[in-house]
């Protein structure tokens, strides 16, 4: 029997072992060390645009860390784009603010820089504005950036990216996670690199880097004993770990053009079918990792609902997922603010991210296509033979 095809898996490169035995050899198995440093300084080099890293031992850590660094706490707001997994607004909760969640545009399927406008508009008029606004790059696809610069410097917000999905993706040339006063990146164990789980902070000031270090070890004043004016968190990268994404960083750009290549093989498997549509770039200043290709089903075209085709994959041995259901819809979130319309509502409603891994290939394409035929008996697929 075949094995399943999942979503999304690990894909290791086979030089993190390399950096691992380093690590043994060594006996730098505990936190910080030679790796963690190369992590850091790979990462700083591929993303460019003057950034410093401090890897984390999770993307959610990373975000948590630049909540505290901005001193949001109890009282303040922070805005947060609605159609993202939860790990992007419970941050939020952890400091003790509130979310106030605004829905996406249909280009991107990111934070919609109109709704946003309003929002900050409305708040102005009340008097306090939020502390900052958490922008996502969803499913690798970049957001709207000039038009969200545009709108958080006229009301002078700090604007945090949350990269999780989005290292490789680029928007007009720029990487994805060097936008933002401070991003964050995400290496748990679906994305397009891993560390096994793992993440980062990225920002372009040196002494926010240092800062999310010294929070991200325990908050340790210089002193011989344990002296502390700070609450501290444990939220630094294993050197093991960081030697796992020295591995994968050897193998990123491949890993972005295995992502791509899906997407493409997406792209062309629903090119003639009506109510089909594949989530693909609005144009040419926009350049996506495609880490989870997604497509939105027409049930008025097609005559079948996006939950019909994923329980027909599913019989198949094959996972694919709704997409991210809104925060302002999730019931630990319910009596938050919302400002929008019902863009992210439907595409929660008619999307599903597809089998995306980059290590999926020509026989994992042919038992995806195959098994979609059997409801789409249009997709441009001939069976070999
Ligand atoms: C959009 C988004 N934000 C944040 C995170 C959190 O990252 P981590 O799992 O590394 O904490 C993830 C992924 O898990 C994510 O997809």
């Not at 306090?128 to 969803?138: D, E, G, Q, S, T």
């Not at 960081?242 to 062309?268: K, P």
Request: glycine residues 8%; proline residues 5%; contains cysteine.
């Amino acid at each position: 029997m075949n094995p399943k095809i999942l979503l999304s898996t690990p894909h290791m490169g086979g030089n993190e072992l390399k950096y691992i035995h380093q690590a043994f050899t060594d006996n730098w198995v505990a936190p910080l060390g030679a790796n963690v440093n190369g992590f850091e300084s790979d990462l700083e080099e591929y993303l460019g645009n003057g950034s410093h890293v401090a890897v984390t031992s999770a993307g959610t850590a990373a975000l948590h860390l630049a909540l505290v660094m901005l001193d949001i706490g109890p009282g303040d707001e922070v805005f947060c784009q609605s159609m993202t997994f939860a790990a992007s607004a419970n941050p939020i909760a952890y400091v003790g603010a509130t979310p106030v969640f605004i829905d996406s545009e249909k280009d991107t399927w990111n934070i919609c820089p109109e709704a946003l406008q309003e929002a900050l508009a409305d708040r102005a008029k009340k008097g306090k504005l939020p502390k900052a606004v958490i922008i996502v790059h969803l499913y690798g696809m970049p957001a709207k950036m000039d038009e969200l610069i545009s709108v958080c410097n006229e009301y002078g917000v700090p604007m945090l990216e949350d990269a999780a999905e989005a290292l490789g993706s680029t928007y007009k040339g720029v990487k994805c996670g060097t936008f933002g006063q401070m991003a964050i990146l995400s290496f748990n164990g679906n994305k397009i690199i891993t560390t096994s789980g793992g993440g980062a902070l990225v920002t372009k000031d040196p002494l926010l880097k240092k800062k999310s270090i010294f929070l991200g070890t325990q908050a340790r004043d210089a002193a011989a004993h344990y002296e502390h004016t700070h609450i501290g968190y444990n939220y630094r990268l294993s050197n093991i770990s960081a030697g796992i994404g020295r591995g994968q960083m050897e193998v990123l750009d491949e890993r972005v053009a295995a992502r791509r290549r899906n997407q493409s093989f997406y792209a062309n498997l629903f090119k003639d079918v009506d109510g089909i549509e594949v989530f693909t770039e609005p144009d040419e200043d926009f350049f996506s990792n495609h880490w989870l290709t997604s497509i939105l089903v027409d049930p008025a075209k097609t005559g079948f609902t996006r939950e019909d085709l994923r329980l027909r994959m599913l019989n198949k041995g094959i996972e694919s997922r709704p997409l991210w259901k809104p925060m302002h819809m999730q019931p630990v979130f319910r009596g938050t603010d919302f400002f929008g319309s019902s863009v992210s509502e439907e595409l929660f409603r008619d999307g599903l991210c597809m089998p995306s891994g980059s290590n999926l290939g020509a026989a994992e394409h042919e038992r995806i296509a195959e098994a979609i035929q059997t409801m789409v008996p249009e997709v441009a697929w001939s069976p070999s033979v």
